[in-house]
């Protein structure tokens, strides 16, 4: 009865991680072709389009999480509006994801 329940509550476990949002690959799929594959636009879209590099601390600095949120659902000039196209879980992981470009050395 007790390796049941274990059982079940791994079941559950393992459909967690299969459902989880995974903003790398989410990131790389909407987002690299004008930001760069390292946030720092570094593509010749990014050039083109002047997109910010996300790796300067100064721009880090600058933007709120909010702010971030904001732009990837509005999009800012060139850029497209991901409100319908992503949920609001796959945006909030790629606000993460452009916050970790802040972190790289
Ligand atoms: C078609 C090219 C393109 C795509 C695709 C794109 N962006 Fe952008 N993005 C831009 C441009 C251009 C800007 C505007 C730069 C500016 O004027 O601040 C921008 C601005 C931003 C900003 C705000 C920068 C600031 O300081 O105002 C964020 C955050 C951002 N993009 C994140 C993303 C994320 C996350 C994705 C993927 C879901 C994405 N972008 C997809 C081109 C793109």
Same mark, same amino acid.
């Given at each position: /009865? =007790?390796?049941?329940?274990?059982?079940?509550?791994?079941?559950?476990?393992?459909?967690?991680?299969?459902?989880?949002?995974?903003?790398?690959?989410? +990131?790389?799929?909407?987002?690299? =072709?004008?930001?760069?594959?390292?946030?720092?636009? !570094?593509?010749?879209?990014? +050039?083109? #389009? #002047?997109?910010? !590099? #996300?790796?300067?601390? =100064?721009?880090?600095?600058?933007?709120? !999480?909010?702010? %971030?949120?904001?732009? %990837?659902?509005?999009?800012?000039?060139? /850029?497209?509006? +991901?409100? !319908?196209?992503?949920?609001?879980?796959?945006?909030?992981?790629?606000? =993460?994801?452009?916050?970790? #470009?802040?972190?790289?050395?």
């Amino acid at each position: /009865m =007790k390796t049941r329940i274990w059982l079940g509550v791994m079941l559950l476990m393992c459909g967690g991680l299969v459902r989880a949002v995974d903003g790398p690959a989410l +990131y790389e799929t909407h987002c690299a =072709k004008c930001h760069g594959a390292t946030g720092q636009a !570094d593509s010749w879209r990014g +050039y083109l #389009f #002047f997109s910010r !590099d #996300f790796s300067s601390a =100064k721009w880090q600095a600058a933007r709120t !999480d909010e702010e %971030i949120l904001e732009k %990837i659902e509005q999009g800012p000039r060139i /850029m497209p509006p +991901y409100k !319908d196209k992503l949920s609001a879980e796959e945006r909030a992981a790629l606000v =993460k994801v452009v916050r970790s #470009f802040g972190r790289q050395p």
